[in-house]
């Protein structure tokens, strides 16, 4: 089967999710200012453990291969280490992202000791000066630290996870040679206005210059680099880059939140992309398989605006997350597209007198503070 045809068919949805993120907390120590989901504070309707379980088992049931799990501060969670041992207990391997702040030498060592789980550390600058003001004060250093304890228990390669900006873009050589140090594997993915990131988008986000510059260093080193198919929008400079050349929403992922709401990706946290509950009748099972949203998001879409442009077989018109946060329309171009018509409608768009930009449906964020302060 080709790449084309294999995403023709990815497109039409599948019986399960390939990759499936469950939030299992708003919790957080934590306050980054792109943080996708606003987290900080945790939600007293969050699923309970037994509750957890039940998705899984269903999760099972569907064959489900593997789960990322996030937050929030994942780890904050008192029953964190029983749920990830359900998962794998029941042949669902687990993916989890984390600042770190709670990988001590104990706990380093625990996770070490279980089979079919990864890791991702999130870190945002090579160094404390680039990294702290985004992630918060004293974050880099949690993170190095982490990362320390996890070579020291002989974890394996765990992922070194960076949110590419304007202010870090021209250090991926450096996140490279950091990860190759530990024997780890760099993840880097695009930056979207989800969440608080719809607040620090305009100041974060690289320039179409260095969008640019991150197509050609993907294309010298993508094949080591994993990007979770985040930049799919500059395929239209030229070469394809590796991985699916689709927007997977609703189709082979979604996102399950700490309260059970299931959406159909992870940086569409909003109501209109919201297809129903796990305690709904039928639970996920139904959500995926039966909800308006997903039944709808399977259909063959239309080119909108960029059907006039050459390359949108190439971008396929970019990230719905990112042009539904920007206020541009679903079936426009992406706000960063690279040949520059995403940029015109946004500024248009942000100086028109009566634009309104859709914000996120909760926001669970709290007052800021140093990350030191939680794990010290």
Same mark, same amino acid.
């Given at each position: ?19 499936? @993120? ?20 945790? $939600? ?16 099972? $049931? ?19 280490? &029983? ?14 992202? @984390? ?30 000066? @680039? ?16 990362? $320390? ?79 979770g198919d985040s ?25 399950? &939140? ?24 039928? *639970? ?11 039944t709808s998001l ?9 059907? /006039?442009?050459?390359?949108? &077989?190439?971008?396929? *018109? ?12 679903? &079936?426009?171009?992406d706000p960063e ?19 309104? @930009? ?14 030191? /302060?939680?794990?010290?």
């Open positions: 089967m080709s790449a084309s045809q294999l995403v023709t068919q990815l497109k039409r949805g599948l019986d399960a999710p390939i990759c499936l @993120t469950w939030e299992l907390t708003y919790a957080c120590n934590l306050q980054c200012v792109h943080c996708l989901s606003s987290s900080g504070q945790r $939600d007293d309707r969050e699923l309970s453990t037994q509750q957890a379980f039940a998705v899984l088992d269903e999760l099972r $049931d569907l064959q489900v291969f593997y789960i990322n799990i996030g937050g929030g501060e994942p780890m904050i969670r008192r029953d964190f280490f &029983d749920i990830i041992e359900y998962s794998i207990a029941n042949d669902i391997g687990v993916k989890f992202s @984390t600042n770190g702040a709670f990988i001590d030498e104990k706990n380093a060592r625990r996770l070490a000791a279980m089979d079919y789980l990864d890791i991702q550390i999130s870190l945002d600058g090579i160094d404390a000066i @680039t990294n702290d003001p985004v992630r918060g004060e004293g974050s880099y250093n949690i993170a190095r630290r982490a990362m $320390d304890n996890l070579k020291a228990a002989n974890f394996g390669p765990f992922k070194i996870s960076v949110v590419v900006t304007r202010h870090n873009v021209d250090q991926l050589d450096e996140f490279k040679a950091l990860a190759d140090s530990y024997g780890a594997q760099l993840r880097i993915t695009r930056l979207r206005p989800s969440g608080r990131g719809v607040d620090s988008w305009n100041d974060l986000h690289p320039t179409n210059e260095q969008q640019v510059q991150i197509y050609n260093w993907l294309l010298a080193h993508g094949e080591n680099v994993l990007t930049f799919f929008h500059l395929n239209a400079l030229g070469e394809a880059l590796p991985g699916l050349n689709m927007c997977g929403a609703g189709r082979v992922v979604c996102l399950i &939140d700490p309260i059970g709401d299931v959406y159909a990706c992870p940086f569409v946290l909003h109501d209109q992309f919201k297809a129903g509950n796990v305690h709904d009748t039928g *639970g996920f099972t139904s959500v995926w398989r039966d909800s308006e949203l997903f399977r259909e063959p879409e239309s080119a909108g605006a960029c059907a /006039s442009c050459g390359n949108y &077989d190439s971008c396929q *018109g970019g990230c719905m997350a990112a042009k539904f946060f920007t206020g541009l329309p679903l &079936d426009g171009p597209c690279v040949l520059g018509h995403g940029a015109d409608l946004v500024e248009a768009r942000q100086a028109s007198p009566v634009s309104i @930009t859709p914000k996120p449906s909760k926001d669970h964020s709290k007052p800021a503070r140093s990350a030191l /302060s939680v794990v010290s």
